[in-house]
């Protein structure tokens, strides 16, 4: 997510100068960040509104009154303050890192994400996003940013065992999308944050179309549960201060891997049939 022109620079400082003037709700946020500001980078405006007991609302009044557009953009303001300028391209390297230890050290980082997502991972969510995906005429994937190039990599995988697919990666079309959706739809939306006004809405527009909504979100309270069925997590550590998401994409492909699996077993002769037929289908493409 790129950070406008205007984004406010010295977030700490403002907070502290603003903080005489806050009371209730917008003080308990300003306290959070203010003790914890290494802890708030890497939290969900749910996150922050719950701990604070405070609103989502609220958290996205004192943003505004510090310069910012929204909590993701003080997230990212308030990481630049924190972080070393390194930490943009990966949070464990450091500068001067030879080629050896970045390639052990991202690796590391990258095995690590798919372990801890083994641990958060409910199998029976799982088989649920089956069942839902299963029981419907068709399956529409969203995805924005660095959540795209998931939602393609499902569309043609899901086209693969036979499914009809669709896929939307453009936010106004997500939300006409939804809005058409109905009861035999199966809407899936990746988001790691699963604070994105785009996919949030658009998940939203489903759910309220009568859509049965699957979301791939990482661990922890996000806005985009509350308008989805079931929820599949990852654990990644990943902060918006990152030039795009790694560690979070591969811990969403490889739930995509075991979704589609576990997809193409529950009508496994369909599947195993359609496979065949567009290998053969593709294979005129081939010299």
């Known amino acids: 997510m790129a950070v406008s022109a205007a984004a406010p620079g010295g977030v700490l400082a403002k907070l502290r100068g603003l903080r005489d003037s806050l009371g209730g709700a917008g003080l308990r946020i300003a306290d959070m960040i203010l003790r914890k500001p290494s802890d708030v980078i890497h939290m969900t405006i749910t996150e922050v509104a719950e701990r604070s007991k405070a609103s989502e609302g609220s958290v996205i009044g004192l943003c505004k009154q510090l310069g910012a557009s929204g909590f993701q953009q003080l997230k990212i303001v308030l990481a630049q303050e924190l972080v070393q300028p390194v930490q943009f391209i990966h949070e464990d390297l450091e500068e001067g890192d030879s080629s050896a230890t970045v390639i052990g050290k991202i690796f590391s980082s990258n095995i690590q994400t798919l372990r801890d997502t083994l641990t958060v991972l409910d199998s029976d969510a799982l088989e649920k996003a089956?069942?839902?995906?299963?029981?419907?005429?068709?399956?529409?994937?969203?995805?924005?940013?660095?959540?795209?190039?998931?939602?393609?990599?499902?569309?043609?995988?899901?086209?693969?065992?036979?499914?009809?697919?669709?896929?939307?990666?453009?936010?106004?079309?997500?939300?006409?999308?939804?809005?058409?959706?109905?009861?035999?739809?199966?809407?899936?939306?990746?988001?790691?944050?699963?604070?994105?006004?785009?996919?949030?809405?658009?998940?939203?527009?489903?759910?309220?179309?009568?859509?049965?909504?699957?979301?791939?979100?990482?661990?922890?309270?996000?806005?985009?549960?509350?308008?989805?069925?079931?929820?599949?997590?990852?654990?990644?550590?990943?902060?918006?201060?990152r030039t795009e998401a790694m560690t979070s994409r591969i811990a969403q492909l490889a739930i995509i891997d075991a979704l589609i699996a576990c997809l193409a077993l529950s009508d496994y002769d369909n599947a195993i049939e359609a496979l065949k037929h567009t290998f053969d289908t593709l294979s005129l493409k081939r010299y």
């Open 130 to 241: 089956v069942d839902i995906i299963r029981n419907a005429d068709r399956v529409e994937l969203y995805g924005v940013g660095s959540a795209a190039p998931i939602v393609e990599d499902a569309h043609y995988r899901m086209l693969r065992i036979g499914l009809d697919a669709r896929v939307v990666v453009d936010s106004h079309v997500q939300a006409i999308c939804a809005s058409l959706t109905g009861p035999k739809v199966a809407v899936l939306t990746v988001s790691h944050s699963g604070s994105s006004h785009e996919t949030v809405m658009a998940t939203k527009l489903a759910k309220n179309a009568g859509a049965r909504t699957i979301c791939i979100t990482n661990f922890g309270k996000s806005p985009i549960q509350a308008f989805s069925d079931v929820v599949l997590f990852t654990m990644a550590r990943e902060t918006y201060f």
